[in-house]
């Protein structure tokens, strides 16, 4: 029952997947809020950022306050920030890896033996 159960979620991340549209011209994902996030985010810089970054809300956040303390960034209206954020949490967000890296601690240690 539980390989039944796992394939059949496989089956259905696999499918939600390929529904995904993504814009030819800028590389992100199409949705409703999309334009918004080319508008203030790719004025700057390329899409492979975001597409690259699997950050939390959280982070993101950090990162729009930084890029608007540091890198002259825009004010950005709360509701369309908001919109922002929801795309890139939904879209871009924190991913599981089970592949995770040996902790840094572990490999200095081994290097030094």
Not at 27 to 52: F, K, R
Not at 89 to 106: F, M, Q, S, V
Request: aromatic fraction near 8%.
């Amino acid at each position: 029952m539980k390989k039944i159960i796992l394939i059949l979620i496989l089956f259905l991340s696999a499918s939600w997947a390929q529904n995904l549209e993504i814009n030819p011209d800028t590389g992100l994902i199409i949705d409703p809020d999309s334009p918004l996030v080319e508008a203030n985010c790719l004025a700057c810089h390329g899409s492979n950022l975001i597409t690259n970054m699997h950050a939390s809300r959280k982070a993101w956040l950090a990162a729009i306050r930084w890029m608007q303390d540091s890198e002259g960034l825009w004010e950005i209206e709360p509701e369309d920030e908001e919109k922002i954020l929801n795309y890139l949490e939904k879209y871009y967000g924190e991913k599981y890896d089970t592949r995770r890296r040996i902790p840094l601690a572990i490999l200095l240690q081994n290097k030094t033996h």
